[in-house]
């Protein structure tokens, strides 16, 4: 699991044990009779109380859990374990058997959602034409808002709308979202739940997202809908957080089907 571990790093034995022993913790592997005990993917999932808008509370050596009884299941990392089977999705039928698995032993989880990263943001950002969009690519790269409150705070609705259109809007030239995180989890059914800025300040977060992360939200009436909608049309879910960063930045709107108040 360490060497696997691809989107936060695991630095020691206690940072390992952080993440599996204590009773809020949980963690799934997919695995294949081919492949003996190594799994072919695996899941880290945090029970908490709400959904949690940064990585560090979930990841600290220092942090312990809350004594409210949890109501969400938060898939934080998901690691691919085999080279040769890269671009082959797995993660699809591991989360879906957690989320049923969760629902049925702890009937007090009744969220289930993810902190992803969005690691095409800063490239996408830069590529972009609007003058606002470039000054706040400048803005962020500087990284004077990291020590700054007031100028973090000043940023963020702009921070909130461009992430919001890279995930919703964002396409490649085949017309998929742009972002490959973006195109698992809702193409496994999942909603655009909410944008979370500033959420992650590792290097790598902060060079290839300026800090930005996602909530997918999964939800059980809704997952096998969402999932053909978006094969089928394209049609991407999002939550209500979602929408309003869509509509936030300079008074813009953006084309949103009025009957159904979930989907873009």
């Known amino acids: 699991m360490v060497a696997y571990e691809a989107v936060h790093q695991i630095r020691d034995w206690n940072d390992l044990r952080r993440r599996l022993e204590p009773f809020d913790r949980r963690c799934y592997g997919f695995f294949h009779p081919a492949t003996g005990d190594e799994p072919l993917i695996f899941v880290e999932v945090a029970l908490c109380k709400g959904i949690p808008d940064a990585i560090m509370p979930l990841l600290s050596l220092d942090s312990s859990a809350s004594s409210d009884a949890p109501d969400t299941a938060v898939f934080y990392s998901i690691s691919n374990c085999q080279p040769g089977l890269k671009g082959v999705s797995f993660g699809n039928f591991l989360i879906k058997q957690v989320v049923s698995n969760l629902s049925q032993e702890l009937t007090d989880i009744r969220t289930f959602v993810t902190l992803s990263p969005a690691p095409g943001f800063a490239g996408w950002l830069n590529t972009q034409d ?88 999964y939800e059980l009436d809704e997952i096998e809908s969402r999932h053909e909608s978006f094969a089928n049309e394209g049609s991407i879910a999002c939550g209500p957080s979602m929408r309003r960063a869509l509509r936030s930045h300079r008074g813009r709107s953006c084309l949103i089907d009025p009957s159904h108040p979930y989907s873009i």
């Open 130 to 217: 609007d003058t606002g969009a470039q000054e706040l690519a400048a803005q962020l790269a500087a990284g004077a808002w990291q020590n700054d409150a007031a100028l973090c705070e000043g940023l963020e609705p702009q921070v909130q709308y461009w992430a919001a259109r890279y995930v919703v809007h964002g396409k490649t030239a085949a017309g998929a979202p742009v972002d490959p995180v973006a195109r698992f989890h809702l193409g496994n059914g999942a909603s655009a739940y909410r944008v979370n800025w500033p959420a992650d300040l590792a290097k790598g977060a902060l060079e290839r997202a300026h800090g930005v992360m996602i909530n997918y939200l």
